[in-house]
């Protein structure tokens, strides 16, 4: 079993910064990629960016030039720097972790709400 564990959401201001990890553990086979997903109320989880195990990054045109993903093979770990936040941000973040075969396996997810 293969476990994800989110950190780092929380009530930022408009135009602010946060870094969200996850780590992932268990019996993990050779990982194909991690990313992280968001779902606000109302709307259909969607990609937010994504890392290949070679280092191959993509992000939702939504948060290009603000968003950076990068992953630490050797741990395991994932990271999303995000600045300029915006309202529009505010959702439920997903890590997901996608293996060889392929299976995906999800975290429970992390707040993040943009707000004055």
């Known amino acids: 079993q293969v476990q994800l564990v989110e950190s780092g959401g929380g009530l930022v201001q408009p135009g602010g910064s946060l870094r969200l990890s996850c780590a992932a553990s268990?019996?993990?086979?050779?990982?194909?990629?991690m990313g992280w997903y968001r779902q606000a109320p109302g709307k259909q989880r969607e990609l937010v960016a994504r890392?290949?195990?070679?280092?191959?990054?993509n992000y939702a045109d939504s948060v290009k030039g603000r968003f950076t993903i990068s992953g630490d093979n050797a741990k395991n770990t994932v990271t999303l720097e995000m600045n300029s936040l915006k309202p529009t941000d505010t959702a439920a973040y997903y890590c997901?972790?996608?293996?060889?075969?392929?299976?995906?396996?999800w975290g429970q997810g992390t707040q993040v709400t943009v707000s004055s």
């Open positions: 268990g019996s993990i086979s050779s990982i194909n990629a």
């Open positions: 997901r972790l996608t293996d060889w075969r392929p299976v995906d396996y």
């Open positions: 890392i290949t195990s070679g280092g191959r990054t």
